[in-house]
T-cell receptor, first 114, second 111 residues
Framework: DQQVKQNSPSLSVQEGRISILNCDYT??????FLWYKKYPAEGPTFLIS???IKDKNEDGRFTVFLNKSAKHLSLHIVPSQPGDSAVYFC?????????????WGLGTSLAVNP | EPEVTQTPSHQVTQMGQEVILRCVPI?????FYWYRQILGQKVEFLVS????????KSEIFDDQFSVERPDGSNFTLKIRSTKLEDSAMYFCASSRNTEAFFGQGTRLTVV
């Protein structure tokens, strides 16, 4: 049951260029989307989120875009840095309140080359 | 910066044994979660806990699993009789609003 899909298992970009990570979802009830970054042997680290009432959220080098009609979101990292090399997970949740169960994608492994 | 801490970082146990995975959530958080990730697979939700009771659990979280917040700071996951397929990274998380913050994980290996 792949409610959240990250179709690219890996991505390689040059330092300084833009990294674009994509995520698709199938459940139209999802109303909150998050991106997490994960280094080996560490837990996921929250990066950025977006509510379904918005189509863009920006935080420094990271921007998340949401296209509800296409059920698609993307994470843009610009400029990319070697320290950004990690696995990026897209996650989605639904429902009212703060007690939110996250549904995860499989992740995309980003390599930023110096 | 406050963080979620988990112990142990790695646990090896024999099949059929009980294990307890421990977590100390961020102190002013109200919602607590356990997730797991089997090698090469997705991160999967196990259970959420709020106000001293389970608020939601997945189909993975069967009678072999239980959670407890015994003393107001620790949050534990117990697996009563481990199976080989319980081998995974187990992540504890806590949240106050919508973003959940995760611990480093416990790698459970059942042999």
């Amino acid at each position: 049951d792949q409610q959240v899909k990250q179709n690219s298992p890996s991505l390689s970009v040059q330092e300084g260029r833009i990294s674009i990570l994509n995520c698709d979802y199938t459940n139209s009830m999802f109303d909150y989307f998050l991106w997490y970054k994960k280094y080996p042997a560490e837990g996921p680290t929250f990066l950025i989120s977006i509510s379904s009432i918005k189509d863009k959220n920006e935080d420094g080098r990271f921007t998340v875009f949401l296209n509800k009609s296409a059920k698609h979101l993307s994470l843009h990292i610009v400029p990319s840095q070697p320290g950004d090399s990690a696995v990026y997970f897209c996650a989605a949740s639904r429902g009212a309140g703060n007690n939110r169960k996250l549904i995860w994608g499989l992740g995309t492994s980003l390599a930023v080359n110096p | 910066e406050p963080e979620v801490t988990q112990t142990p970082s790695h646990q090896v146990t024999q099949m059929g044994q009980e294990v307890i995975l421990r977590c100390v959530p961020i102190s002013n958080h109200l919602y607590f979660y356990w997730y797991r990730q089997i090698l090469g697979q997705k991160v999967e939700f196990l259970v959420s806990f709020y106000n001293n009771e389970i608020s939601e659990k997945s189909e993975i979280f069967d009678d072999q699993f239980s959670v407890e917040r015994p003393d107001g700071s620790n949050f534990t996951l117990k697996i009563r009789s481990t199976k080989l397929e319980d081998s995974a990274m187990y992540f504890c998380a806590s949240s106050r609003n919508t973003e959940a913050f995760f611990g480093q994980g416990t790698r459970l290996t059942v042999v």
